[in-house]
């Protein structure tokens, strides 16, 4: 069973910065997409940054220019650089795999806490 494990959340001030990890228990390097998704309390998940076919790259547009997510498929780590946080951004950071087509099967993390508040 395909395992990922986040680290990296904690408290940060507004305008602080944090680094998520996330670590696979698998090879990530033929994975259709690999990244990241956050879900605020009484909110939608949403996606934050996605690695498509490990060169294409979304961000969502409130965190284009501040984010950064990278990959390394020797560690099999999908790491989520976050700058300049704002307050309505504290959710729980979840990474995911999605091996699209034809399964379109995805796996999901446990989830790590960002809290951005002074």
């Known amino acids: 069973q395909v395992q990922l494990v986040e680290s990296g959340g904690g408290l940060v001030q507004p305008g602080g910065s944090l680094r998520l990890s996330c670590a696979a228990s698998?090879?990530?390097?033929?994975?259709?997409?690999v990244g990241w998704y956050r879900q605020a309390p009484g909110k939608w998940r949403e996606i934050v940054a996605t690695?498509?076919?490990?060169?294409?790259?979304h961000y969502a547009d409130s965190v284009n220019g501040r984010f950064t997510v990278s990959r390394d498929t020797a560690k099999n780590t999908i790491d989520l650089q976050m700058n300049n946080l704002k307050p309505e951004e504290t959710a729980v950071y979840y990474c995911?795999?999605?091996?699209?087509?034809?399964?379109?099967?995805?796996?999901w993390g446990q989830g790590t806490q960002v809290t951005v508040s002074s």
């Open positions: 690695i498509i076919n490990g060169h294409l790259i």
């Open positions: 698998i090879d990530i390097a033929g994975i259709y997409s």
């Open positions: 995911n795999l999605d091996y699209g087509y034809p399964t379109d099967h995805q796996v």
